[in-house]
DNA sequence: ACCTGAACACCGTTCAAGT
DNA sequence: ACCTGAACACCGTTCAAGT
């Protein structure tokens, strides 16, 4: 819900949380999670790093609401008029895709316990359990894996990002390829093998494919 | 490998990279995540800060020897005459407790993409699956789906573990049960369904019924 | 070669003082 | 009610000086 105005041209407007949300992303985006610092947003939003605490009680919520507005927008796509299988894989791929535009809330998700953004995830991929005639006794772990999965490839896909810009990916899948290949022969048999599948590796197809390999699993459970 | 005489006692000992990666880990464990720090690491070591800087290059490499020692240490366990399928749950579950011990690490084995640590998970974990003879074509994608379950999960974990000691943990999920089943019926009808079942839960052996699904799923891919 | 510890450039957070 | 910005108590890291 990016409004139309953004950063320093607010500078008139009044201090408020919703402000303060959205100039953290902005920070975030641009800078990284080691961007995001209370005088660095301080001096975005025109003011003193003490204002801020009025609105936030802290860094900790500040990174919370931040990860919830995103991924907020991230879910609100597509109504269920598909097959569970396929609203399965459209709803991984929207936090698959959220995590790579914002990488900093691969790193968030995984710190909210019980909190609202995984929740509303796991809660999603649920319902698509159920409907695809999951056992109830087995739609707990179905859901669980299913999001589990999804917070690991993010996390490591947050990892990545921030390692690796996004144009040198082709170049890095290279050179991650040839040192895989290089490997002690002995202890890394079978990762030297699957190395050359790195070079035209594509981590969003790899990405659905798990998801498509579970969902096998969950299919047997019937 | 802790050797018997650890800590403080060990003052008149020259520093070697060895004790400040040991004496790291036991601040990880004893302090958590934020107890490590180059000042009371010193301390502990009766030194003064600058010193670790010798043996170490910085904080990041600190925490990843950390990490790879105390995974290591976890992989050692259990030679292989055993069922694909057993070992892979065997090799699952030593990670998992190795997290359930040491929190820290997971947080840490997602910020090391593809450094040892998980390589050397990963390597297993492809060896049982080509042992399960998955097509060539496939097993990147098995392997690469159950790593990042447990990672997952792991990272899951970690998290629980710093909010809520191992002690408070039956009481914990009975409060989280509770709230489930009080959530709006209309936005969250399939978690108040699965509530109860978070009253028993034991987390390993969900987790291990999260293994069995995806392996399932690679049974059925050949 | 290895260690010391003061110093530098940062943090998050607080709080008296202002409007 | 809301904002200001100096101050506090920390960080990781550096570096001249010592042995």
Known sequence: MATRTRGPERRGEPLSRERIVEAAIELLDTAGEGGLTFRALAQRLA???GA?????????????????????????????????????????????????DHPWIGTQLARAPGQSPMLRIFERLGRQV??????DDAQFTAASALLHYILGVGEQNATNARAVPDTNRADFLNAAAATWANLDPDEYAFTRNVADRLRDHDDRTEFVAGIDLILSGIAALQ
Request: no cysteine.
């Open 47 to 49: 003011t003193g790093p």
């Open 52 to 100: 801020i605490y009025w609105h936030v009680a802290g860094k900790d919520e500040l990174l919370s609401a931040a990860t919830d507005a995103v991924v907020d927008g991230a879910m609100t796509t597509g109504t269920a008029d598909t097959t569970p299988p396929e609203a399965i894989r459209a709803l991984a791929l929207g936090v698959f895709d959220a995590i790579d």
């Open 130 to 135: 159920q409907a695809l005639g999951v056992p």
